[in-house]
């Protein structure tokens, strides 16, 4: 039984009655119907109620048939568990869900894995090990990775610059990106950070013990100038340079830039870059969020930020996204 269905079928014992829209898994709803549990009742011409007829038949049919107890919320479920009580006060903070397993299974895969676990893995080896390979699990879960006595793996930046000397900072968000504009050279005054997504916004980038620093071959940076970006990257130096990002036209890069701007304060839009993708957007050449799998993205309302709230964001909602890749030079 997956967690989605477990879900509705605990909020249906509580309430007693609902759409039957509610119930996407329609075999289970015609086996509650066969067994008398329930009862389904037309409302309309398109609607149909679904009412529970007995809730202690219906607590013992899930218990035999499924092994699931709908009456067991994820803090029993945790509580019951022989699990340490720090793990078990991190855990009963905030359910862990995974789509298709349930609380029972979740917990009892920890229990059953929990002495794999090794001092200093990283938050994704542990999650892998947990949850049936998935590494991601743990990602905003600082607490529980703590207490298992793991790390946060370090940050890794690529760094380039086409002269021995700089006077800005561009953080580049795509791998793609980075790698054509180092190549051609475009930008001879600035040094350019290949920013990974979403890693950069670590705290850790700005601590030498947690960031790690990888100077493209074709990086002209000399000595000096190298020492002088490391001093002002780990606050060794108040030197006032100027910086900015350069990511992809949608919700998600606006994101990146809201964490960046917590690391560094004075960050701002590439301008030149977001004008050339805002003029593609505004000429008919931009993307849904469907067409892109982007649905899922997060509106940010507003980052205070005059030229992004006021310019970019209303772009983005009125005529979609765009990839920053479309943009080929300044």
């Known amino acids: 039984m997956t967690a989605q269905t477990r879900k509705i079928l605990e909020e249906f014992f509580e309430v007693g009655e609902m759409s039957s829209k509610k119930f996407k898994n329609s075999s289970l709803l015609n086996i509650l119907k066969e067994h008398k549990i329930v009862t389904i009742n037309q409302v309309g011409k398109t609607r149909s109620m679904v009412k529970l007829l007995d809730k202690k038949y219906f607590i013992d049919f899930l218990k035999v048939e499924f092994s699931v107890d709908i009456t067991q919320t994820w803090s029993q479920v945790v509580e019951d568990s022989s699990l340490e009580s720090g793990l078990k006060e991190a855990l009963i903070a905030k359910p862990i869900e995974i789509r298709t397993k349930s609380y029972q299974e979740i917990v009892q895969n920890i229990v059953m894995r929990r002495d794999f676990i090794q001092k200093g893995m990283t938050n994704r080896q542990i999650s892998a090990i947990l949850f049936w390979g998935l590494s991601k699990e743990l990602d905003s879960r600082k607490d529980i ?3 298992l006595e793991g790390n946060s793996p370090e940050v890794m930046l690529n760094v380039c610059s086409a002269s021995h000397d700089f006077s800005e900072i ?4 795509n791998y793609d990106t980075y790698v054509d504009y180092i190549s051609k050279k475009k930008l001879k ?3 350019i950070v290949y920013s990974a997504g979403f890693s950069t916004s670590a705290l850790r980038i700005r601590e030498k013990d947690g960031c790690s620093l990888h100077y493209s071959n074709q990086d002209k940076l000399d000595m000096s100038s190298r020492h002088r970006f490391e001093s002002w990257l780990y606050k060794e130096s108040q ?3 100027n910086i900015s990002f350069f990511g992809d036209f949608d919700f998600a890069g606006v994101s990146i830039l809201s964490a960046l701007r917590k690391i ?6 590439h301008k030149k870059a977001y004008d050339s993708m805002l003029e593609e957007v505004t000429n008919g050449n931009a993307h849904s969020p469907e067409m892109a799998s982007k649905e899922h993205q997060k509106d940010p309302h ?4 005059s030229y992004c709230d006021d310019v970019l964001l209303p772009a983005m ?4 996204f765009y990839d920053q890749e479309g943009v080929v030079f300044f």
Not at 264 to 269: C, E, G, H, K, L
Not at 302 to 305: G, L, P, R, V
Not at 317 to 320: A, F, L, N, V
């Open 239 to 241: 030197e006032p340079i």
């Open 145 to 147: 990775v703590h207490i």
């Open 317 to 320: 909602r009125e005529h979609g």
């Open 302 to 305: 507003k980052i205070n930020d």
């Open 189 to 191: 005054d600035t040094l």
């Open 264 to 269: 560094f304060p004075s960050i701002t839009m």
């Open 170 to 173: 561009l953080f580049i968000e």
